[in-house]
């Protein structure tokens, strides 16, 4: 019995191997491999690709963006003036340094008048580290009040002609020059946006005394608070300095200059004309030019 089983699995046995190699081309063996292995397909979509990951990918985030630099009030535009005399007006852009000035007289000189008082106190502060009270007082009211005592003092303590050299060297103006006093040195308008420009980086008057000096500037008042910065907004003009200067000269004219140091930019007018107009003609010329370079051209 025992020998008859075992010729029985050895015959199966056999036949088993007899048939693979006719079940290997029908392909009984790859079959069940490759069926295993196909993915399946959604009924509601496409195959998923095998070769993507199941996982999701990390987004990669996008870097913050830069920070917009709010444009400056004034605007280089053109600018139309209704007078008989002469006049010129520039706006510095203070970020770039690029000054937009009129033409034909960019660079055509007006006595300065009270405007060059602000550039007497810078110098005076800049080499004088510790002056007493009483000099800080009289540096006050030259540049709220426009003092004029106070102005012939510093002219003289700063070297008289010796500053406006200074100032031409430092400032790096370009059109101006001394005369025979403070209230007569000559300057373009160009040359003014260029030292207002100075006085608010404080290469002028240096850091221990810029912020007071803008401070001062910012608080003139009385007759030398006209111009420029009666028109600007009132947060804008709660942050400019100026410095005016106006003169009746025995010539028969006024001559009207206004300066205004903004925030990002630096603007001046300049004005002569017949006095018979009054000095409120000059005064509406300066406020005139700053209202046309806050319309924005498109």
């Known amino acids: 019995m025992r ?9 199966l046995l ?18 069940g491999n490759a069926v295993s292995a196909a993915p399946t397909a ?17 987004t990669e985030s996008a870097p913050p963006a830069a920070p917009t630099l709010a444009a400056p009030l004034l605007h280089a535009a053109p600018v139309t003036v209704s007078t008989t005399g002469f006049w010129s007006w520039a706006l510095m852009d203070r970020n770039s340094g690029q000054i937009t000035a009129s033409s034909p007289n960019a660079g055509t000189t007006n006595v300065t008048a009270s405007m060059i008082k602000a550039w007497l106190a810078a110098d005076y502060l800049r080499r004088n580290a510790s002056p ?31 500053t406006i050299g200074r100032l031409v ?8 020059k001394a005369y025979i006093d403070w209230a007569h040195t000559l300057m373009s308008a160009r040359d003014a946006t260029r030292m207002g420009a100075c006085i608010g980086d404080g290469r002028a008057a240096g850091p221990k005394w810029t912020e007071w000096l803008l401070n001062e500037m910012r608080n003139v008042r009385g007759a030398g ?14 942050k400019t300095a100026i410095k005016n200067g106006w003169i009746a000269k025995s010539d028969g004219k006024w001559h009207i200059n206004c300066m205004a140091v903004g925030p990002d930019w630096v603007l001046s ?5 017949p006095a ?23």
């Open 132 to 162: 007493s009270s009483a000099t800080m007082k009289q540096l006050s009211i030259m540049i709220r009040d426009s003092d004029n005592n106070a102005a012939s003092y510093f002219w003289k303590a700063d070297g008289a002609s010796a």
């Open 169 to 176: 060297s430092m400032c790096g103006l370009t059109d101006s």
């Open 3 to 11: 020998k008859h089983v075992g010729l029985v699995i050895a015959a």
């Open 276 to 298: 018979s107009k009054g000095m409120g003609h000059g005064v509406d010329i300066c406020k005139s030019v700053t209202q046309q370079l806050m319309v924005k051209q498109e």
């Open 269 to 273: 007018v300049m004005t002569v004309y």
């Open 42 to 58: 959604s009924a509601d979509g496409p195959a998923p690709n095998p070769s993507s990951s199941s996982s999701p990918k990390a």
């Open 225 to 238: 608070r006209f111009g420029i910065i009666s028109v600007l907004p009132a947060d804008v003009a709660s």
């Open 14 to 31: 056999v036949a088993l191997i007899a048939a693979i190699p006719y079940l290997w081309e029908r392909g009984v063996f790859q079959r």
